[in-house]
């Protein structure tokens, strides 16, 4: 049942309990001059006026329209204005009304929500409205802020190439830059959706690396993979994504964000680098097998010569014409690798077997250090028995490399868990700081150490060792510490026979 107004007004209670309600004031609904009829403290204390200087005065005495804008229909005056005629409350969300500060006597910018309750009288018409505001400048300002800080962050992403994407897990929901749009080829404004993109993505590089990498993510937080992608017109380019992984209070993943950069260019850049030295890596074959074919004819003619020098200088030319063909082999590998071209050639084995032949080949190499070999019971793996061969090699050289002449380096295997074989190889050397131990798998990375300087290398072979571990779906890493050696291991899957 309506309350007559002029009875709530007179009504000594209403007016206490009024006053002490939050942010209100109660305007009469005598257009046009809406007179403020009660006004709570709350009220008074947020717009700095007093209670004797608004009671009896209209609204707009108070608090002056802003007439800078005719077609706002959000101010004070239209709005009663409505609420009068529908008889409905109105809410306004978010309008801007700056106050004085009483401290420096200055207006300071404020942003509002308020709503806007018609009361009837006893004739059921709308005689009062119960205007309720709530200042809201710290939430606007704050949304003002996180709308600048990403329009910049858009704007250097675009300046740099970058786009940003932003991906729901599962994946219900993905958002992104309008750079990413162009980095897959389409026309800008072009709507796209992740299935479309990973539909652009080379069939190759979905299992192996798309899938791969978004397990890993998952599970280690970090995602950063590298993949070939087509364009709408069929043309092949590269792109890098990065990203890292939100979690919820569960300490599940919820949200990933990330870049993408277009790294065509430097992609065809390697690919025109690979190619020269697959080029004269090839040339070298040639002059290098005659080279070692005459220096072992050498040594059988001069088998039975009395001259120890002659022997010696031999063994030493055919040792570095053997070290001079395994580069040539792995400046080929590398000329592969990038392009896809390293196929394998899997076989069932005992890597056993194959590392005792690493072993023996070593030895036969050089003759300064004792290799030790503790093997585990035989286990097969299928692999490229070359390959894994390269690698046991590679760690044994380098094993040999970076230690002390007399000491000792020590080639073990096992079983690491029920699916996989670990091989390690240890060694006494000059170890490797924690800082470098990120890096060495990376292409042409050296070491930048006065102790390591006088070694010869060009910063190759970890790094084919592991991306031929990693074809084969294991794992290559190092454990070191400088001055105490290091041990570098591998793990392999065991072969299902």
């Known amino acids: 049942m309506p309350v007559a107004s002029d009875d709530i007004l007179t009504d000594g209670l209403f007016k206490v309990l009024f006053e002490k309600s939050p942010g209100s004031i109660l305007v009469k609904a005598d257009l046009p001059v809406f007179t403020i009829a009660a006004v709570s403290d709350a009220y008074l204390q947020i717009t700095s006026v007093k209670r004797e200087k608004v009671i009896g005065k209209s609204f707009f005495d108070?608090?002056?329209?802003?007439?800078?804008?005719?077609?706002?229909?959000?101010?004070?005056?239209?709005?009663?204005?409505?609420?009068?005629?529908?008889?409905?409350?109105?809410?306004?969300?978010?309008?801007?009304?700056?106050?004085?500060?009483?401290?420096?006597?200055?207006?300071?910018?404020?942003?509002?929500?308020?709503?806007?309750?018609?009361?009837?009288?006893?004739?059921?018409?709308?005689?009062?409205?119960?205007?309720?505001?709530?200042?809201?400048?710290?939430?606007?300002?704050?949304?003002?802020?996180?709308?600048?800080?990403?329009n910049r962050l858009l704007l250097a992403a675009e300046a740099t190439g970058l786009a940003i994407w932003d991906l729901a897990i599962p994946p219900t929901h993905f958002s992104y830059s309008p750079q990413l749009v162009?980095?897959?080829?389409?026309?800008?404004?072009?709507?796209?959706?992740?299935?479309?993109?990973?539909?652009?993505?080379?069939?190759?590089?979905?299992?192996?690396?798309?899938?791969?990498?978004?397990?890993?993510?998952?599970?280690?937080?970090?995602?950063?993979?590298?993949?070939?992608?087509?364009?709408?017109?069929?043309?092949?380019?590269?792109?890098?994504?990065?990203?890292?992984?939100?979690?919820?209070?569960?300490?599940?993943?919820?949200?990933?964000?990330?870049?993408?950069?277009?790294?065509?260019?430097?992609?065809?850049?390697?690919?025109?680098k690979n190619d020269f030295i697959a080029m004269a890596s090839h040339e070298l074959k040639t002059p290098l097998t005659s080279l070692k074919a005459y220096v072992q004819l050498l040594e059988t003619k001069l088998s039975d010569a009395g001259d120890p020098f002659i022997k010696t200088a031999l063994s030493k030319s055919l040792n570095q014409v053997n070290k001079m063909t395994a580069l040539v082999h792995s400046f080929l590998d590398l000329s592969r690798l990038e392009p896809g071209k390293l196929q394998l050639k899997r076989s069932v084995f005992d890597i056993n077997k194959m590392i005792e032949e690493c072993i023996n080949d070593s030895r036969m190499i050089t003759g300064s250090h004792a290799l030790v070999f503790k093997p585990g019971d035989p286990q097969n793996v299928n692999a490229d028995r070359e390959k894994i061969g390269q690698v046991v090699s590679n760690l044994i050289s380098n094993a040999i490399k970076y230690s002390p002449k007399g000491s000792t380096v020590t080639i073990t295997s096992g079983i690491a868990d029920k699916d996989c074989v670990e091989v390690s190889v240890a060694d006494h050397g000059i170890g490797i700081k924690a800082k470098d131990q990120e890096k060495i798998f990376q292409r042409f990375f050296r070491v930048d150490d006065d102790d390591k300087k006088h070694i010869s290398g060009f910063g190759i072979g970890l790094y084919l060792s592991n991306e031929i571990i990693q074809r084969h779906k294991g794992k290559l890493w190092v454990k070191s510490a400088p001055n105490k050696g290091s041990i570098f291991s591998f793990s392999l899957p065991l072969a299902n026979v």
């Open 62 to 150: 108070v608090f002056p329209e802003d007439k800078d804008n005719p077609d706002d229909e959000n101010t004070a005056r239209k709005v009663f204005t409505r609420a009068i005629d529908t008889g409905d409350k109105i809410d306004v969300p978010v309008y801007r009304y700056d106050i004085r500060n009483p401290r420096t006597g200055k207006f300071e910018e404020h942003y509002w929500s308020c709503s806007n309750t018609p009361i009837r009288g006893a004739g059921n018409s709308v005689e009062y409205i119960l205007n309720t505001v709530v200042d809201i400048s710290g939430e606007v300002k704050a949304k003002e802020a996180a709308i600048e800080s990403e």
């Open 182 to 272: 162009t980095l897959f080829g389409h026309q800008p404004g072009t709507r796209i959706s992740l299935s479309s993109l990973r539909n652009q993505v080379h069939p190759d590089d979905v299992p192996n690396i798309l899938v791969r990498s978004y397990q890993e993510a998952l599970e280690g937080g970090q995602y950063d993979y590298e993949a070939r992608i087509f364009w709408p017109d069929n043309s092949l380019h590269w792109i890098r994504m990065k990203g890292v992984v939100l979690y919820n209070n569960k300490k599940r993943p919820h949200r990933m964000l990330g870049t993408v950069v277009d790294i065509t260019e430097s992609k065809r850049d390697d690919i025109r």
